[in-house]
T-cell receptor
Framework: EAQVTQNPRYLITVTGKKLTVTCSQN?????MSWYRQDPGLGLRQIYY???????DKGDVPEGYKVSRKEKRNFPLILESPSPNQTSLYFC?????????????FGPGTRLTVT | AQSVTQLGSHVSVSEGALVLLRCNYS??????LFWYVQYPNQGLQLLLK??????LVKGINGFEAEFKKSETSFHLTKPSAHMSDAAEYFC????????????????FGKGTHLIIQP
């Protein structure tokens, strides 16, 4: 089954404790991205990757890191989490369809930083 | 630069009534437009998309949307609401790779929570 998976689905942590949220897709997509969803703000893009070893900042990259060493994986790293990073995070992967991309979203990771 | 405005953070309709969720966009190049639905505790599911073909787009679950360039709008409609339509709806815009738009993902609106009254 074609899908985007994220782990963990739920995470409660403390300020300053490094964490990684994994994202994996089995559709051989070149393009992957991370979004955060906050009430009243919709989804905002954190980082995206056009292919292996190619990443770039989205709209809200501060406090986050990413890496793309393999095509299927795109982990999101919070080196020193803070309470304002409490949010719902979505990973997405995309395939080019015509002159646009069609995005497939993972199930989300709910992160709470205390 | 591109942006999306969804009018109304909450919309309430009676079961069987018309659903109208409003979306206006801003884009310096021809846009591609999307509507996504998010059911409680779930991820995003694509409802429909406009990619410069027909201006009236039909999606899943009886939803449709019409692209109106003169009004920079892409409103979502459904003739008769069902209880199962209760969810959060997001309008999003991206730009065409062939018109110079960047492949840097989607810009989302803030979402509209659709409430269905029995």
């Amino acid at each position: 089954e074609a899908q985007v998976t994220q782990n963990p689905r739920y995470l409660i942590t403390v300020t300053g404790k490094k964490l990684t949220v994994t994202c994996s897709q089995n559709m051989n997509h070149e393009y992957m991205s991370w979004y955060r969803q906050d009430p009243g703000l919709g989804l905002r893009q954190i980082y995206y990757s056009m292919n292996v070893e190619v990443t770039d900042k989205g709209d809200v990259p501060e406090g986050y890191k990413v890496s793309r060493k393999e095509k299927r994986n795109f982990p999101l790293i919070l080196e020193s989490p803070s309470p304002n990073q409490t949010s719902l995070y979505f990973c997405a992967s995309s395939r080019r369809q015509g002159s646009s991309y069609e995005q497939y979203f993972g199930p989300g990771t709910r992160l709470t930083v205390t | 630069a591109q942006s999306v405005t969804q009018l109304g953070s909450h919309v309430s309709v009676s079961e069987g009534a018309l659903v109208l969720l409003r979306c206006n966009y801003s884009s310096s190049v021809p846009p591609y437009l999307f509507w996504y639905v998010q059911y409680p505790n779930q991820g995003l599911q694509l409802l429909l998309k406009y990619t410069s073909a027909a201006t009236l787009v039909k999606g899943i679950n009886g939803f449709e949307a019409e692209f109106k360039k003169s009004e920079t709008s892409f409103h979502l409609t459904k003739p008769s609401a069902h209880m199962s339509d209760a969810a959060e709806y997001f309008c999003a815009v991206s730009t065409s790779l062939d018109s110079g738009g960047g492949a840097d993902g989607l810009t989302f609106g803030k979402g509209t929570h659709l409430i269905i009254q029995p």
